[in-house]
């Protein structure tokens, strides 16, 4: 049986069904994952100088702007290092070349990078590895600082990598408190972790964690005390995010397949050769039922119709597992042209239309950044184009925060030679709005705000609210409408209509002040 989105059909559980025309969502989170590590995304090499790194950065920023994300997910501290200042570790190698060394001139790139994805209405997800070291024992530049010099007992060999052990307690004391540190000093929206929790099996080769279970295993099963450990560390997070600043999100990334349905009747009826409970030691979905986190995002890079993971089994499984909270869907972008499937341009722009299809799905997250570059199979111009034409607000989360700001008002409107110059202000005294939702309809169109084709921009807070709207035409009347937006983006109600009507060669504007 072929399983794949044909044109016009979606097949899922293997029934066909009719794809709906359907509106694009109004809000859908979309981001990448900036990868640092080995120097994956950026910079684009080691020790290049600040001035270029800055101006990679706001390159990858406007290109994925362009291309319709609304968030990044950056990778801050890859391998217990920090692409920031931090009191607990040393600068990043992959920053400028050697461990331990500052940026020169010095700056600091994770308050630049923030302060510049804010300015474009972005969200700024702070990726951390937890529990990472040092990424080749032969080949890392580790300095006389960090901390598996300073606390060599906490750690671990295996393979080329050195691990924290994640059983001994003081381990997880100190992961929560660099991150701690991160939330308190940086306007970061979310704290995210990917995947690597217990490393991915070698073969043959066990996790060398007995000396830390004779201690601390307290009769539990080997599994279930790495789970435990596991699921420590993360309510330990949850809770040190809520109380430092209770609006920023908690977002995991685990690997596509929580357990097979073989080990556990409530798994997905997939042959997956690892699994997050079993391997990992992940109960995710645990995390997610109890409220730990706010969001999931599993990795499910591979196609429609896997014979031992499909894509659309996993989507449909996931779905079912949102408990309330935010799922997004990983999808590998890093795989297009890999295989005969990922030949195929409709793959991944298919992708994320099936998760479209699940009221539970709440958006898409690409990996990785450098997968876009020279623009695949025009995957690219997919999202540009098509699925990501239209500007979507963020998700909003109502367990964090629902009080949306107040409304904002027309002042002023006038024609110029580039277009209709519009102005607005509000009356929000408590700094609420971060942003505002611009709208316009023509003639005759009913005026509905929850089409996101009817967005004419998202603008950011100012002083003196001003957009000046170039497609704008002389001649035709419209109706313009402007919302505010928190920073948990919550919409306010909608303003008093701005009517421009033109008649006998005059231009008559109508707002109430």
Known sequence: ????????????????????????????????????????????????????????FINLLDFHQRNGMNAIIFQVRPAADAFYPSPFEPWSEYLTGKQGQPPMPYYDPLEFMITETHKRG????AWFNPYRAVA???GSSVADNHISRTRPQWFVTYGDKKYFDPGIPEVRSYVTELIRDVVKRYDIDAVHFDDYFYPYRLPGRDFPDQGSYRLYGKGRGLDDWRRYNVDTIIQMLSSTIKETKPWVKFGISP????????????????????????????????????GWIDYLTPQLYWEFGHRLVAYEVLVDWWSKHAYGRHMYIGHGTYRIGSSAMWRNPRELPNQVLATRAYQTVHGSVFFSSRSFNGNPLGIN???????YRYPALLPTMPWLDNVAPKAPYFTDAFEKAGGLEIRWADDDTTQQTRSYVLYKFEEGQVVNVNDPTKILSIVQQMPDPVFIDRSYIKGRNYIYIVTALDRMHNESMISDPLRVESANGSVHFEFAP
Do not use: C
């Not at 972005?122 to 997800?125: A, G, P, R, T, W």
């Not at 009826?269 to 979905?285: E, F, K, Q, S």
């Not at 111009?381 to 699925?387: G, P």
């Open 136 to 138: 080749n024992i032969r």
């Open 381 to 387: 111009d997919s999202l540009h184009n098509h699925l």
């Open 255 to 290: 690997f596509g397949v929580w357990r097979n349905q073989d080990k556990d009747f409530q798994g997905s009826p997939t042959r997956a050769g690892l699994t997050n409970y079993d391997d990992l030691y992940a109960d995710v979905i645990k995390w997610q039922r109890l």
């Open 122 to 125: 972005m969200e700024f997800h």
């Open 1 to 56: 049986m072929v399983k794949y989105i044909l044109t016009g059909i979606l097949l899922f559980g293997g029934l066909l069904r009719p794809a709906k025309a359907q509106l694009p969502p109004k809000r859908e989170f979309r981001a990448v994952w900036i990868s640092t590590i080995a120097n994956i995304d950026w910079p684009s090499r080691k020790g290049l100088p600040p001035e270029q790194q800055r101006e990679e």
